[in-house]
């Protein structure tokens, strides 16, 4: 239970995409029980994701809630209803909720002048919070709902443009000045670093000039994963920073049970397949809410798990093929010795079952972190955004995971570079991590350790409670020395 005066009021800004915004209130979440007082400021829709949650920890004494505004369907053309990325079937629709989450600029900012807040805490796609925040004469913290190894590894691209002169898209370069050596290809880089001008690159571009001009960054990382590229973050690119994750250790089992968006699967169901199962024996494979693969694809993937011959849980979110041709296949579908989940799953509570001894993912940094929590070892097949980094960080810097190595990055917008990664790629990384080997077995203890480390780092005491602590002292400093008029 909190004091009756929380020590501070901060509002947080998450975007509609579902792992932007699960990551945020997870955050938001943390900070509130650390007694600060917390408003989220969310679309409707996306508010009924969270609202169990929320009135949960009021209930446990949290001062934190739920402020909603209407999103502007009818003004970006779109139906009611569809106002978070994960839902999307066109990348029509994705421009139009893009377009919809600037609209909200207004609304939110009006609402910040009626009860202005000690601080705003907003995601990256929301740069104009910078000089709002200024012009409130409060400070703005940028949320990053990434590794601190992208960062640094993105600010390095921009900085010093290794990827430029190559003889070819697939010839490697090293990305300089990084504490280990990370080598890619250019077709491994998003458009944006690959020709001069894009759209979205001029996006970024903004929203890079704003986080400059931030008073710093809170990220959902911890101390023990990435502590040289903390260090780099801070006195190389000269940001502060925060590591206060993972922020969803404070996660219950309802919360667990109910996150993501839709979660359309009967938790119940999983687990007792699971229970079935022996320790370490089942693979959970599962690419997020964005990767549309084409059927061909699929039908490697699912050729790839007969082969390795171990038991699966497999999580289709987003089905590009548009039909089940490719399962029919070979009558894969009748012999499969696993389970198939479209849509959303409780992939928390998947995870942190006994039988699940790999995770096949596409290394977005919340999958990242809830195996990393788990103790679950990685294999390792990254699409697009942060995802080529964060696998550097899994499978070279803390060795708790073996890559698949697709050869392009993977555009989630368009139908681009859909190079198809063969089942004798995927069955060889599989059997590198499930199959209880020397080299499967230092890579298990690997990540049981750095898990222990991880719940270790939010208890009293540990790496990111002190973070958070410092994090929430020096805005309690900046209050108290800067007048608001």
């Not at 009021?9 to 932007?20: E, K, L």
């Not at 699960?22 to 007694?35: E, G, T």
């Not at 996006?203 to 710093?216: K, P, Q």
Request: include cysteine; proline fraction near 5%; hydrophobic fraction near 40%.
């Amino acid at each position: 239970m909190v004091s009756k005066s929380p020590k501070l009021d901060i509002v947080f800004i998450p975007f509609t995409a579902p792992s932007h915004m699960m990551a945020m209130v997870d955050m938001a979440r943390l900070v509130a029980s650390h007694n600060v007082r917390v408003t989220i400021i969310i679309t409707t829709h996306n508010a009924l994701i969270f609202k169990n949650a929320i009135e949960r920890d009021i209930k446990s004494g949290n001062a934190i809630s739920l402020h909603v505004i209407p999103f502007p369907f009818a003004k970006v053309g779109l139906p009611e209803g569809i106002e978070n990325l994960g839902s999307l079937t066109s990348p029509d629709q994705s421009s139009k909720v893009y377009m919809g989450t600037m609209l909200l600029q207004k609304p939110i900012e009006e609402t910040l002048r009626e009860r202005v807040p000690d601080c705003i805490i907003s995601d990256m796609f929301y740069p104009w919070t910078t000089d709002f925040a200024a012009e409130l004469g409060i400070p703005r913290i940028y949320f990053q709902g990434s590794s601190f190894i992208a960062q640094c590894a993105v600010d390095s691209l921009v900085r010093h443009a290794p990827h430029e002169n190559l003889k070819s898209d697939t010839e490697t370069f090293i990305i300089p000045g990084l504490p280990d050596c990370l080598e890619l290809t250019r077709l491994q880089l998003p458009d944006h670093f690959r020709q001069t001008k894009t759209p979205y690159g001029a996006i970024l571009g903004v929203i890079r000039e704003s986080e400059s001009r931030s008073y710093g960054v809170l990220m959902n990382s911890f101390q023990e994963f990435e502590p040289r590229y903390i260090d780099h973050f801070k006195k190389v690119i000269g940001r502060k920073a925060w590591a206060v994750g993972p922020a969803s250790l404070t996660l219950s089992k309802l919360d667990k049970a109910e996150r993501g968006p839709n979660v359309i699967v009967d938790a119940h169901e999983c687990l007792t397949w699971l229970d079935s199962k022996e320790p370490n024996s089942v693979l959970y494979v599962s690419f997020g809410s964005l990767a549309k693969f084409c059927a061909s694809q699929l039908h490697e993937i699912a050729s790839a798990l007969e082969a390795s011959n171990h038991s699966f849980i497999w999580v289709i979110a987003n089905e590009g093929a548009g039909d089940e041709k490719w399962l029919q296949e070979d009558g894969f579908k009748e012999r499969m010795n696993g389970m198939i989940i479209r849509g959303w799953a409780p992939q928390v509570l998947i995870l942190e079952h006994a039988a699940i001894g790999g995770f096949m993912t596409h290394c977005g940094w919340n999958s990242v972190l809830e195996s990393v929590i788990l103790g679950v070892p990685m294999v390792t097949w990254p699409l697009y955004a942060d995802q080529f980094y964060n696998e550097k960080l899994v499978t070279q810097v803390a060795k708790i995971g073996v890559g698949v190595h697709p050869e392009a990055y993977f555009s989630p917008r368009d139908e681009e570079r859909k190079v198809v990664v063969k089942r004798e790629e995927i069955v060889k990384a599989v059997i590198q991590v499930m199959d209880g080997g020397d080299e499967a077995v230092k890579i298990r203890e690997r990540a049981k350790e750095l898990g222990e480390k991880a719940k270790r780092g939010v208890e009293v005491g540990g790496s990111s409670y002190n973070d958070l602590e410092r994090f929430i002292d020096e805005l309690i400093q900046f209050k108290t020395t800067h007048i608001v008029v």
